[in-house]
């Protein structure tokens, strides 16, 4: 089943005049600043999701930087974006996708079914010309949506030390190999990963999704195919982000959904006495 829908697909699903919701997943590193964004342009409909509260809870050494949230908080957003059965859900951010794959990955988890993201994000909407919007968006209806916590698979810290399957590490060599780190406390990967960086699966200069027949060759160069059993393959980033993003490029190119270690590099790395491996 595609997971991404491009600007085109999504406008005329808005033409339709179909129920449906859209979710601004913007993030900016000043207070505030996401809200002014989605106040001053956003794509008709759209309701803002803040990931920072919506989609991590609170950070801290033994969790990790963005831990999974509380599911009464993120079970309140979501009944206060009105999702509801068969009513589609599609997400967009500004334009790397991270943080609506964050949001389509958490939803999914959930057990939420019908959720898309939005190809190129905003950039991609904005530059064939259609319409936007300025203010605070739409009023949503609050709906009952009965929750399944657990609908998608996670692994913790202990079970990713068992692994005996293939772990997969989502981040950019620098970081994989130990070269460059400047998020978390230590450089390099949990001994035994493959790196496939999701950037790989992205065009460098629209952020688009590759072709499947793409998706599907680089992950089977690390041994992932269609047959895979989600229990034996485990995927992380650095704090649960650009493997949410990873995750999301292979249910599109028809993978099944990877286990995710949520808490990835940021979680395992606070802790000394986890072996650290470089490739330098």
Request: with cysteine; hydrophobic share 45%; charged share 20%.
């Amino acid at each position: 089943m595609a997971v991404f829908v491009s600007a085109d697909e999504l406008n005329e699903r808005i033409q339709t005049g179909k129920k449906h919701t859209i979710l601004a997943a913007l993030w900016e590193p000043r207070e505030g600043w996401a809200w002014s964004k989605f106040q001053s342009e956003h794509i008709p409909t759209a309701l803002f999701c803040d990931p920072a509260v919506a989609l991590a809870g609170m950070p801290g050494r033994p969790q990790g930087r963005n831990p999974l949230p509380q599911v009464d908080v993120i079970a309140a957003h979501v009944a206060g974006w009105g999702i509801e059965p068969g009513r589609p859900v599609y997400i967009y951010d500004t334009g790397v996708g991270v943080y609506a794959a964050r949001a389509w990955w958490l939803l999914r988890w959930l057990g939420v079914e019908d959720v898309y993201i939005l190809d190129g994000g905003f950039p991609a909407w904005d530059s064939r010309g259609f319409d936007t919007l300025a203010g605070p968006g739409n009023v949503a209806v609050r709906a009952p949506m009965e929750l399944r916590p657990g609908s998608l698979p996670v692994a913790d810290i202990e079970q990713v030390k068992a692994c005996a399957g293939t772990l997969v590490d989502a981040r950019d060599t620098p970081r994989f190999s130990g070269r460059h780190e400047h998020l978390d406390l230590k450089a390099g990967h949990i001994p035994g990963a493959v790196n496939l960086p999701v950037d790989d699966l992205f065009d460098p200069l629209t952020h688009e999704v590759v072709s499947v027949d793409l998706i599907r060759d680089r992950f089977a160069a690390i041994g992932v195919t269609h047959n895979a059993d989600p229990a034996e393959v485990i995927a992380y980033s650095g704090s649960g982000n650009h493997s949410s993003l990873l995750l999301a490029a292979a249910a599109h190119a028809g993978l099944p959904v990877l286990t995710h270690f949520v808490a990835g590099w940021s979680q395992w790395s606070a802790d000394p006495a986890n072996p650290v491996a470089r490739d330098v």
